[in-house]
């Protein structure tokens, strides 16, 4: 087994007023060739918008897009002639593909709203963009891990190109666990989103990540209510 730790306090910051951002690996103007990705996780940026701002019309290609509001409301457009808003308890997915532009703004004009933005790299290129927008509710389990993402469309959750599982865990003070891992190829990389837990023997807390390979299951033990991202993905 391997392991990467990587602190909350050790990610790259940004502060634009409107925007706060922290970056696990290397994005904008956050440089780190020690931190560029783990496997095909090539973006974990950690978002807070001020009412009323955002990101205008931008593009992207060739990239899985991932978003997850932790708070507050977000509002989306696209050039696939997608609008709507994304808020807590949902997930939304776009595959850029041949390429896409979008925006991104805080729907609210008297709150912040945060959220999660995640890039995998694709196991395909230049396919047809696609975007997708679901609630968890339905999925979401106490104390166990829920699957949010996988490569299958038929599956609970979104779905994406490359051969990635993403599973949320709301687990309550002293749960113990595994993570069994779909495919042993892969790694996995655990971000704290919120609580206390010990990860393959390492103790982490609040928006600490870190990523584990060349193992098939992974022992979790919680110390308080703990909010637990849980993405695996292909190493090469």
């Known amino acids: 087994m391997k392991t990467i730790l990587h602190k909350s306090e050790t990610r790259g910051h940004a502060n634009h007023g409107w925007l706060d951002t922290h970056h696990t690996f290397s994005f904008a103007d956050y440089y780190n060739p020690q931190r560029v990705h783990f496997g095909m996780l090539r973006v974990l940026n950690d978002d807070r918008i001020a009412p009323g701002e955002g990101f205008g019309k931008h593009p992207h290609d060739n990239m899985e897009i991932i978003t997850i509001p932790l ?15 994304i808020t807590t308890g949902e997930i939304q997915v776009m595959s850029a593909g041949t390429g896409i532009f979008h925006s991104e703004f805080n729907k609210n004009k008297n709150k912040e709203v945060g959220l999660l933005q995640i890039w995998v790299l694709p196991n395909k290129k230049n396919v047809t963009p696609r ?5 968890l509710a ?3 389990k106490p104390d166990e891990f829920y699957q949010i993402l996988s490569p299958n469309p038929e599956d609970q959750g979104v779905w994406i190109y490359q051969n990635a599982w993403f599973h949320l865990g709301d687990l309550s003070e002293g749960w113990k666990g595994t993570y069994q891992l779909k495919d042993k190829k892969n790694g996995v990389y655990f971000f704290v989103i919120e609580g206390k837990v010990t990860v393959a023997g390492q103790e982490l807390n609040r928006r600490d990540g870190l990523g584990v390979s060349e193992a098939e299951s992974i022992e979790i033990t919680t ?6 991202l849980v993405m695996e993905v292909p190493m090469q």
Do not use: C, P, R, W
């Open 138 to 140: 339905d999925i979401q």
């Open 71 to 85: 708070y507050g409301d977000l509002e989306h457009k696209d050039s696939m002639g997608n609008h709507g808003v």
């Open 131 to 135: 975007y997708d927008q679901i609630t």
């Open 223 to 228: 110390s308080a209510k703990t909010k637990l």
